[in-house]
């Protein structure tokens, strides 16, 4: 298991937090997500042998927001 943490531009709020939490822990081989509006990241706890960092951020792209990794 590893923990990544991804900078996440555009979340100000509850619903930016959720949107992007659900998107993460969607994903076969995430196993947590969590957002820190005040930091504007996200810290990811997965597998890498199931899910790319590429695929992370592609979900989080779907959901409106710009990452910065």
Do not use: F, P, R, W
Not at 28 to 43: I, K, M, Q, T
Not at 51 to 56: G, H, I
Request: aromatic share 2%; hydrophobic share 40%; with cysteine.
């Amino acid at each position: 298991m590893e923990t990544k943490t991804l900078a996440v531009q555009g979340m100000s709020c509850g619903h930016c937090k959720s949107s992007v939490e659900g998107a993460l822990n969607q994903l076969d081989g995430v196993s947590s997500a969590e957002v820190n509006l005040e930091a504007g990241n996200v810290a990811v706890a997965y597998d890498n042998s199931k899910v790319t960092l590429a695929a992370m951020k592609e979900a989080i792209e779907e959901q409106g927001y710009d990452v910065e990794a």
